[in-house]
């Protein structure tokens, strides 16, 4: 397959093979999110965001596996410098108690980079924020739970903790109790107790006075945080919160962008009262934004970031005076052990940097969002996005799903997000003439008469994240 003339090519989805998979898979799989039934044939021609399923249609993926592809498939940028080496087995260590050497020169000369060599590309990534100090995990959820841990730890005896509307932090249950997107990921699962909620911003360009989302309650310039952590007529104390965790960009909820306004007066009360502020980047990092990290568009400085996904694996990532000191009180078998995964990640940072991506994500993303504006309709209530993390809001959950769908058969792999808001998420590295094959196929499926009448949901796909 070349990627400079490849085009999406679809007879019918799902096909006679694609459903065979299918039935075969859920013979034995627990039921989980599983959006629509595309199988991917990893036997098969893929390049860039261009994928072969099992039926022979040629798609193309702008969801880059939910971020954590994020140059899509088969990618030179990494693939030729796996055929440099030889791969062993195991390639996951139970790295928290034994150390790894990928080379027999020192660590500076290694040619093949490993989980030490991914936490020092990472505390220079966040070292704008001071942070020097990571704890490698299997997932997104993991990092959390540790972000978790090592504030509770920090700030003992603390026991409050503060998340927002719209939040999504993962499925396992320490997780979970952060989540404020839907009941679904929470409803009849034990959580951790105390943990507040507070508005998150709806308005990317709001002030205290034009805020209508309720962090800045009425006319006024206080907002609801700052009001309840008052240590004078406050009801909770700023001493007893362990940590406020958010996302810079909202995914699972809806790609919500808040304003500097919102962020400026939380970096002012986490500075003001020693509060960590860990910054959920799991969606938001590497790059996908246009920068390093999603938090980098505003004015807060994280004490914590949590990151996966396009990182191939999980991280926490703070600032040393965090972290407990005690050993043992961290660990986990395959923490910092899995050697392939961290030579992914640390490659995927290289070609972020080598190629400048991060410049092509906002060069593409106002591209994207350019064009999707142009094709907007009366359904579309809002087109938003930083770099390559873009969302289009609709009138309805159901126009939202019928467009998933119409944009499938036309061969563009989407997902939604929030209530009703579709998400796009191409590779990084994704070119202007792929942007404007997507945008074509959207324009088209603007258009179709499926999308226009509203009626039921023809599936759904807002539990993916």
Known sequence: MERATAEPDVTALPGELASEWVDFHHQNA????????????????????????????????????????????????????????????????????????????????????GPAHLMDRLTDLTDHYGLNTVFLSNSGAEAVENAIKISYDYRDGAKWAITFDGAFHGRTLGALSLNRSKSTHRRKFPEISGVHDMPFCQDRTCTPETCDCGYFPGDSEVSELRRRLDPDSGNIHPDDVAYIILEPIQGE?????????????????????????????????????????????????????????????????????????????????????????????????????????????????????????????????????????????????????????????????????????????PPLDVTEREIDLAASLVEDALDDSKVKRVGPAVSSSEDTI
């Not at 627990?30 to 860039?48: K, N, R």
């Not at 039926?55 to 410098?81: E, Q, R």
């Not at 440099?84 to 108690?97: H, N, R, S, T, Y």
């Open 30 to 113: 627990a039921t989980s999110t599983y959006v629509y039934d595309f199988v991917w044939d990893i036997t098969q021609d893929a390049a860039g965001p261009f994928v072969t399923d099992v039926d022979g249609n040629v798609l193309m993926d702008f969801t880059s596996h939910v971020a954590a592809s994020p140059l899509g498939y088969n990618n030179p940028k990494i693939m030729d410098k796996f055929e440099e080496f030889d791969l062993v087995d195991p390639m996951k260590m139970a790295g928290q108690d034994f150390y790894v050497a990928t080379d027999t020169s020192s660590p500076e000369d290694a040619g093949f980079p």
């Open 253 to 425: 909820g809806g790609y919500k962008i808040p304003s500097d306004e919102f962020m400026r007066d939380i970096a002012d009360l986490t500075d003001r009262y020693d509060i960590p502020l860990v910054a959920d980047e799991i969606q938001s990092g590497v790059g996908r934004t246009g920068e390093r990290w999603g938090s980098d568009h505003f004015p807060i400085e994280p004490d914590v970031i949590t990151s996966a996904k396009a990182l191939r694996v999980g991280a926490t990532i703070g600032k040393k005076k965090i972290f407990p000191d005690k050993k043992a009180r961290l660990s986990s078998t395959w923490g910092a052990g899995d050697i392939l995964a961290s030579a992914q990640g640390v490659f995927t940072i290289e070609a972020i940097e080598e190629y400048d991506l991060m410049q092509n994500a906002v060069e593409r993303g106002r591209q994207f969002v350019e064009r999707l504006e142009d094709a907007a309709t009366d359904a579309v209530v809002d087109v938003r996005g930083k770099g390559l993390m873009i969302a289009v809001e609709f009138d309805t959950k159901d126009r939202r799903e019928a467009m998933v769908q119409a944009l499938l058969q036309r061969g563009l792999l989407t997902l939604g997000c929030g209530v009703k808001t579709l998400r796009f998420l």
